[in-house]
């Protein structure tokens, strides 16, 4: 079965000091399926997976699949420069019970890139004998370019590269360029971004999303309609909360899920990991009224 | 005593399947000792560090240090975008008997920065409670502008920031402006990129200099000109070598010093780690040619 729907990220939990809150991770987590996940995608970058070490992603996937334990498929991030670091986490996620792997193309900092010839060479070295779909994860923070065309060769030439979340510019005509291109190869084509481009990605052939945390059981409603016929009410329904995406995509960033997790009394900290700091008195006084006036699960879950 | 001379990145080297190639780092780091370097830095850019994974930087860090066996210093590099890992890592290099530890401002692919006042708190977590000092890593591969106002600011105010390497544009006039503001606090103003810079930076008040490993014997005895007030001499035989640095600076990269270990019999392999691939047949044969016209010792050391 492929995976499809919304696959919310699941930020990263730290105490005051920075330290991984276990406890907090796992009510996270529980929130995140009863919210309705059709998947839950961990270490992603909204999870500050580049603030943490080898062994905490590990101590993080395992927990993670521990405390899912089957209620719906895991994504897990295993991004990394090496393609022989990226095949051994990606291999260890597989035998951790993982449902699939998301990686963006290789890169570090702001100078060093290897083409798009070196992208399919690190996936193909990825993907070699791993037992579980492969995501490749087109995101600006990588600063990589990879064609509609590259990313339609590897869907079709090795086998497990199947999903594909878009989130630079011009994410829907890359999905419908994808999609001519990639056929059935391209089994799920996605886009990211706290799902702000939704509405145009779904109308370019979209079947997945991943946002953030925060209003999942919403964008699992706007699916629903969309999948079944009702464009204008999944329209409706996301102009009606895109206030709370656009302001998480502009103004509050990755902490917005754990500040919305905090004010709910889901979890004890809503730290963000040094040398990221939290966000302004006032950019989360607004958010909190946004999100109070507009009432999602996440405020009233561990009431 | 302060750290002062010709620190030479070694490179870390692989087996052509791209493993860690433990007996021929032993080799190397023994080369780099009897070339005459006054320290030798592990885990640099240039020794490939962003394609390792944590344990094998724990792995390299506690070889060199068991092969150095206190002959020279050793300058370990512990960047990571997190200040808490940053600093662990810190920590335990100086537990492993590291006399210094060299780390880049945070940054994380193309879009993550943290600005100067993220920097600055960045070296101050980092510092806290670290026994041996900190080399400031001023480097293009970062894309994070430090302004000489804040380095020099670091090295008053944080008792262990104490070096600082230079290799963006305007090293020898940020060296000069950088001595201006912070004097003596300022212990260690040194240089990089390959040397390729080295004698305006000297002429700048550059008490070090942090090139691959190419030629130590040769940067070491330009030292000692410079140093005993013969800058004409120091020119002269500089400049003989510049050719060299010039192509390790603009043609052969990071696999420079593997490829000419490998040519002079010291290690098995010059492979460089996917996705990055060798240098070309042309380009390595015109390395060999121009090395084989200067003979450093690196072609001589093994025969």
């Not at 062994?55 to 993080?60: D, F, K, N, S």
């Amino acid at each position: 079965m492929p995976i499809s729907g919304v696959i919310p990220v699941a930020p990263t939990i730290f105490t005051d000091d920075g330290a991984l809150d276990l406890a907090g991770q796992r009510r996270t987590i529980d929130f995140l399926v009863d919210a309705g996940a059709d998947a839950i995608c961990i270490l992603a970058n909204w999870s500050e997976q580049f603030a943490l070490s080898d062994a905490e992603r590990e101590t993080l996937t395992d927990l993670a699949l521990e405390q899912v334990n089957g209620r719906v498929p895991v994504v897990v991030t295993t991004s990394h420069f090496s393609t022989r670091v990226a095949a051994e986490r990606s291999r260890r996620a597989a035998a951790a019970g993982a449902a699939m792997v998301m990686l963006m193309a290789p890169y570090h900092g702001a100078t060093i890139r290897v083409g798009e010839a070196g992208a399919r060479a690190f996936f193909e070295g990825v993907a070699d004998g791993l037992s579980i779909p492969i995501l490749v994860q087109d995101a600006p923070m990588a600063g990589v370019v990879l064609s509609a065309e590259l990313l339609a060769g590897m869907a079709r030439d090795i086998p497990n590269v199947q999903y594909f979340k878009l989130e630079n510019a011009d994410a829907a005509d890359k999905l419908r360029a994808l999609i001519r291109l990639a056929g059935d190869a391209a089994e799920g084509p996605w886009d990211g971004e706290e799902s702000i481009t939704l509405i145009t990605d779904l109308d370019a052939g979209a079947t997945g999303t991943m946002p953030g945390g925060v209003m999942t059981e919403v964008l699992v409603e706007v699916m629903r309609r969309y999948r079944t016929g009702d464009r204008a009410g999944a329209v409706e329904l996301y102009e009606r909360w895109l206030p709370l995406i656009n302001y998480e995509n502009k103004h509050s960033g990755l902490q917005t899920t754990k500040a919305l997790l905090h004010e709910g009394g889901i979890i004890g900290s809503d730290a963000v990991r040094a040398p990221l700091h939290g966000m302004s008195p006032e950019i989360r006084a607004g958010l909190v009224a946004m999100a109070r006036r507009l009432d999602p699960l996440i405020l009233r879950w561990a009431r």
